[in-house]
């Protein structure tokens, strides 16, 4: 992380990108929001890990962890176009498999989680609805989110303490 910390200090990022603190990551700066965390997962950690791994040979382990996190990267980012093709569709499902496939075979003793399954079939939704909009919407909904979480519920129906 102290790397990554460093070369935010040296990246520019566009202004209408969210902005990560300087100190993610430690208990001092506590939760982040969404934004910061896209803003951490999508620019930051590629420029660090890209200058870090980018140039080990493809069979080396951290090259094939960079290359797969990439492939993360990139159908995350054409999954949040706020327009899109079916090209883009077609990249996403490229790319998401890709790092599924990546998954598999870079952390064999881990299982596969629901999220994994549902990011498989994200393609299909965005075939048929296109693109969610969820950029526009993700403060109301980090909003509520908050507020949930804000909620002291003992994990019994019907009650709460």
Known sequence: M???WADME???????TNKAPSNWGTKKRGKLSSG?????AL????VTLIKLWGSFDEDDRRRQLLDNYMNLVQAIT???????SPAHIEEYDDAIYSYMKGYKELFKHVTV??????????????????????SK?????ERHIHQLQEVNANQKFGELE
């Open 113 to 134: 989680h629901p999220i994994h399954h549902v990011a498989m079939h994200h393609g299909d939704e965005l075939r048929g609805f296109g693109p969610s909009g969820a």
């Open 78 to 84: 054409l999954a949040n176009l706020h327009t899109i």
């Open 137 to 141: 919407n993700g403060a109301y909904y």
């Open 36 to 40: 910061q965390w896209q803003a951490i």
């Open 43 to 46: 620019i930051h950690l590629p």
């Open 2 to 4: 102290t790397q990554t």
């Open 10 to 16: 040296e990246t520019q990022v566009p202004s209408w």
